[in-house]
């Protein structure tokens, strides 16, 4: 390592809860006292025992280190772990960065896996693979252990692990015992929608009467009941008294399975009713339009924290807004809605206008990428394919079976509606992959003319997409409190590309017949109070014959 040596970073925590900003400070004041020179900061919140190829932000630095216009030195890590809890993923990664003359370094250890003459380090990658090797070992012992713990209270009957918050029961002496006031409330939940009513009208209802949800009666005050909830507790099998456990050996084989019976809330024949029911309602559900949007919904957040989602109220195009999720919940931000087609050109011109979408695209026609992706969709194809024979083989099965008397006609037509809908659903993903491989086809034909991909990649939602992910670290949505146009509300967007680590800021107008971008530079909005300082300047107009007028000063 040398000084001005350009680096990136790479931090990594396992869940939500936690946060990767103290290893994010640590890294870039590392980077400060060593004099290096940081390009790029990778984090992402998943678990180190994912491969790679399934964590985006692992696959994007790999991309990115090894593309030489880039010109990286090395990659910097608090501790190996933050790559992977796979010993051969690691290592593979790690012998792939020394090969480009890239090293990985370990502040913890203090150790590099290439010396200043970008010669192997032996004692580093010895060090180095020894720290894998015993959090790959701590890994297997504690699946080892909590494999036999759980194997160990299922057997006797006894409630382990994440199955012990089950709401409508409480645990005694390690075994359910029904909690009377929650019992009542699922029996409640079973006769409303049995009457008629769905999941949201039920959820509502459970808040306006203010029935504690499990977390309330845990010290959280602000937990609500959602539609997903009362899903989850109508298509819960437990409540009819009787919970299944497959008893697995160290290779993770099933080796016994096990019925265990606990005190009943719903009779079998109420909770087969309600499938009954939600099957057929899921199967007229499996008909509706699929929309495809360019945007993956967690890349996009609401200055309250909250993700952006997609809605499409009257089927128009002017009706397809993005939105705050607070808006499902009675207490809401406050953020404005922006038109989805308005927002996704906004974002492409912003981006074209950057060296960064040239540089993507020479690199995709290098590495013959777009090959790969429709090779990744045909082998999808062909793995869906395997499923709906499979499904056909049950089909047959419970049909037999039904027949032969081994089934009554209730518990058939329950199984078969599922069957029913899982083949829906992977007929149309079928249709997505399809549609996608002919788009990828038709624009790898044209990908020896930069000039001419920039023009068809528009029409290209395939292409789109994987521009997006392959540039876009994450965007987020402020409202404007004091700042109108053409009597329009206003919204700042932060746009946070991976080569670079301050956002780019614009404003565009919420009106979906305008479609005006504003141009803001360093201070022209002030992001606690959500308003423009200054006038700023307009870089794209393009409306209606509307007088143009800008009113700053609005509340």
């Not at 959090?135 to 194997?151: A, D, L």
């Not at 203010?210 to 909830?229: C, I």
């Not at 920039?454 to 540039?471: A, F, H, P, T, Y």
Request: glycine share 4%; hydrophobic share 30%; charged share 30%.
């Amino acid at each position: 390592m040398k000084k001005n040596d350009r680096v990136v970073i790479y931090t990594r925590v396992s869940t939500e809860g936690q946060n990767v900003s103290r290893q994010n400070e640590d890294l870039i004041s590392f980077c400060e006292e060593r004099g290096l020179s940081l390009v790029c900061v990778f984090s992402e919140t998943i678990s180190g025992l994912k491969d790679t190829k399934d964590r985006a932000e692992l696959t994007n630095l790999m991309n990115f280190v090894s593309d030489k216009s880039n010109n990286i030195d090395g990659v910097i890590l608090t501790e190996i772990s933050r790559m992977g809890r796979k010993l051969n993923d690691v290592s593979n990664n790690i012998e792939l960065l020394n090969r480009q003359k890239i090293y990985v370094y370990s502040t913890t250890n203090n150790e590099s896996t290439l010396n200043e003459d970008r010669t192997v380090n032996v004692y580093g990658n010895l060090v180095i693979n020894i720290m894998a090797s015993i959090g790959n070992m701590e890994r297997e012992q504690f699946h080892q252990r909590t494999r036999s713990g759980v194997n160990r209270a299922m057997k006797n009957g006894q409630v382990a692990g994440r199955r012990s918050n089950i709401y409508g029961y409480d645990v005694k002496d390690k075994r359910y015992i029904v909690n009377e006031k929650e019992e009542k409330t699922i029996r409640d939940i079973y006769s409303m929608y049995l009457n008629g009513l769905g999941a949201k009208v039920i959820s509502k209802w459970l808040n306006g009467n203010n029935v504690p949800t499990r977390y309330n009666t845990l010290g959280d005050e602000s937990s609500e009941w959602y539609a997903g909830t009362v899903y989850r507790i109508l298509t819960n099998e437990i409540y009819t008294g009787k919970r299944y456990y497959n008893e697995k050996n160290e290779s993770g084989e099933i080796t016994i399975k096990h019925t265990i019976s606990h005190p009943q809330i719903i009779d079998l024949e109420l909770f087969n009713e309600v499938q009954l029911k939600l099957k057929s309602h899921s199967l007229k559900i499996g008909k509706k339009n699929k929309y495809d949007y360019i945007f993956d919904t967690k890349l996009i957040k609401c200055s309250c924290g909250k993700n952006f989602l997609p809605q499409n109220r009257n089927g128009s195009e002017s009706e397809k807004v993005y939105k705050c999720a607070s808006c499902r919940k009675e207490k809401k931000c406050g953020n404005f809605s922006v038109n989805i087609n308005k927002f996704s050109s906004s974002v492409w011109y912003i981006i074209r206008r950057t060296d960064v979408l040239l540089n993507s695209l020479k690199s995709s026609v290098k590495n013959n990428s777009i090959k790969k992706e429709i090779i990744i969709r045909e082998s999808q194809i062909l793995e869906i394919n395997n499923e709906l024979l499979t499904i056909d083989k049950i089909e047959n099965l419970i049909l037999e079976k039904l027949i032969n008397g081994k089934v009554s006609s209730e518990k058939y037509d329950i199984q078969y509606a599922k069957l029913m809908n899982d083949k829906l659903i992977l007929k149309n993903k079928i249709s997505f992959a399809k549609r996608e491989i002919k788009e990828l086809k038709q624009f790898e034909s044209k990908q020896i003319n930069l000039d001419e991909q920039l023009r068809d990649i528009k029409g290209n939602i395939s292409m789109m997409k994987k521009l997006i992910n392959d540039l876009v670290h994450k965007i987020v949505i402020y409202p404007i409190y004091n700042f109108k146009m053409n009597n329009s509300n206003c919204v700042c967007v932060q746009l946070y590309l991976y080569t670079s680590i301050n956002p780019i800021e614009y404003v565009i107008t919420q009106l979906y017949n305008d479609y005006t971008i504003i141009s803001l530079v360093k201070g022209e909005f002030n992001h606690s109070k959500k308003e423009i300082v200054r006038e700023p300047d307009i870089l794209l107009e393009r409306k209606k014959d509307i007088i143009h007028k800008i009113e700053i000063g609005v509340k």
